[in-house]
Every structure is written in C-alpha cells, then in structure tokens.
C-alpha cells in the first residue's frame, strides 16, 4: 500500500507532551497548503490526538477491496488521515491492549491502508523507544520512499534527556535523522508579540549539535496557534506572518529539497 507514496517521514520524540501531534499536523497541512497531496498516519494508539486537532473526530473509517479507506480532511481531497481514533466511540475509550495486539493494528495501519498516490506520508509516532516503533522499523525495513525522521523536544533539559534516547534509537536502527524541532520555546504575548523564554532556549539547537543533525527551528508557544486546534486550518494560511509559520515553511523547504519531488 505504500507503494505509491513517494516520501515517508517519521515524527518522533523520546518524551510525551511535547506537542509532537501538532507539529505533525501542522507539518502535514502546510505540506498540502503548498500543492502536495498528503497522508498522515497517527499510530499514537493509546492517545490518538490528530482526529481532534484536524477537526475530524466524528468521522468514520470505510472499507474498500483495497483496505482501509483513509478520512479526507476536505473535499478536494489533499489530506488523508488515518487514526484510531476513528475506530473509537468516543473520545473517552481507552485502547487497553498488550504489545502483541498493538503490533497486529499499526501493521495494519501501514500495509492495509489505500492511501492512492500520496506526495508525502507523515506518520505520527507515540512517544518512546517500545513495541510501536520496533514494528514501524519491520514494516518499512528495504522501503526506500523512507525519508527519515524529524524529532520534537521541548527546551527542558528533562525533555532534552529523554529525546537524547530517540537520537540513539535512530541511529541504532538505521533510521535518518532530517533534523531536530524545539517546540514551546517560548511564550509569544498576544498583545504585543514579545516572546519570553518561560523555560529555558536553545536545547534543541544544542541536541542537533551534539548528534550532528540539523537544527530545523524553533517553535514558540503562540496563543493564536493553540486556537487552531479542532479546526484542521493550516498555521500558514491563517497566520502567515507568525513565527510558527516561518519554521513550518522552512521545514516543508527542507523536506522538498533533501527528498526532491
């Protein structure tokens, strides 16, 4: 099913919160934004997110002889999006399964999925270094649309220490780092757009130095870009002169230019 995508890329963090999801969708719609047709694949089984943020948490998941037909975030059809979330009732279901079962679905999610012709494909990871990365690595072993991975930390040095951990992960399993992302660095005032660093700054610039990775930007923490949560509008179309929409471009810009088209 991955056959027909022609990009791969892997959203990863070793810590939980750092705002991975938003980063992914985000990434994803600006990637459609600017003329790609896109999918984004949400493997977080235990806090699937992207069905919320995209504004598609009523949708449902239909079957075709091909597999599993992915929900379109509009009608022109640039964004497919598969998650479990679209399996669940509601969005208090918990997923309460063991490493076996969660394995058999995110197999599922990458081989049975009819994504049709896809320019780019993100996959939106949880967190960690366990069952569901293990298996992504199977499943995209000799796959050679596989891109690489771009990692999400926040300034903390607690988040640095656990995305550290991711760093090495990919390098143990052969997975090509594009480069490092430092999200929430920073709080942007609304009222007179000054950014104050409420945690700490540079972390992420830090971490791609010490791995010998590139530095992809640096995201703030921006009241605007937390309103389009739930309304799957794209940061660059609604706020093109934010600071998140500048890293956002030039991250889509990397991503074309190291990946070609």
Same mark, same amino acid.
């Given at each position: ?79 497919? #999006? !598969? ?6 009732? *509601?969005?208090?279901? @918990?997923? =309460?399964?063991?490493? $076996?079962?969660?394995? +058999? ?30 298996? #992504? !690595? ?6 050679? *649309?596989?891109?690489? @991975?771009? =990692?999400?930390?926040? $300034?903390?040095?607690? +988040? ?102």
């Amino acid at each position: 099913m991955l056959d027909h995508v022609k990009h791969i890329i892997l959203v990863l963090s070793g810590k939980g919160g750092v705002g991975k999801s938003t980063v992914s969708t985000q990434l994803a719609l600006t990637l459609a934004e600017d003329g790609h047709k896109v999918g984004l694949l949400d493997i977080d089984l235990c806090g699937p997110s992207v069905p919320y943020l995209l504004g598609l948490e009523d949708q449902d998941v239909h079957q075709c002889d091909e597999g599993w037909v992915p929900v379109y975030a509009s009608a022109e059809k640039k964004l497919a #999006v !598969m998650s479990i979330g679209f399996l669940l009732k *509601n969005r208090s279901d @918990a997923v =309460i399964w063991r490493g $076996p079962k969660k394995t +058999a679905m995110i197999r599922q999610f990458l081989e049975d999925v009819s994504w049709g012709e896809l320019d780019y494909l993100i996959v939106d990871t949880p967190p960690g270094t366990s069952d569901e990365h293990i298996t #992504v !690595m199977e499943c995209l072993k000799g796959v050679v *649309n596989a891109d690489g @991975a771009i =990692i999400v930390t926040t $300034p903390q040095e607690m +988040a640095l220490e656990d995305v550290r951990k991711e760093v090495t992960f990919c390098k143990k399993t052969g997975i090509p780092i594009l480069g490092i992302v430092e999200n929430m660095s920073g709080f942007v005032c609304p009222n007179c757009s000054e950014c104050t660093n409420i945690f700490s700054s540079g972390g992420g610039q830090s971490l791609a130095e010490l791995a010998s990775v590139p530095h992809l930007g640096t995201l703030p923490i921006d009241p605007r870009v937390g309103e389009l949560a739930g309304t799957g509008k794209a940061c660059v179309r609604e706020l093109p002169d934010c600071t998140t929409s500048e890293v956002l471009r030039k991250i889509v810009g990397t991503l074309t230019t190291v990946g070609g088209e």
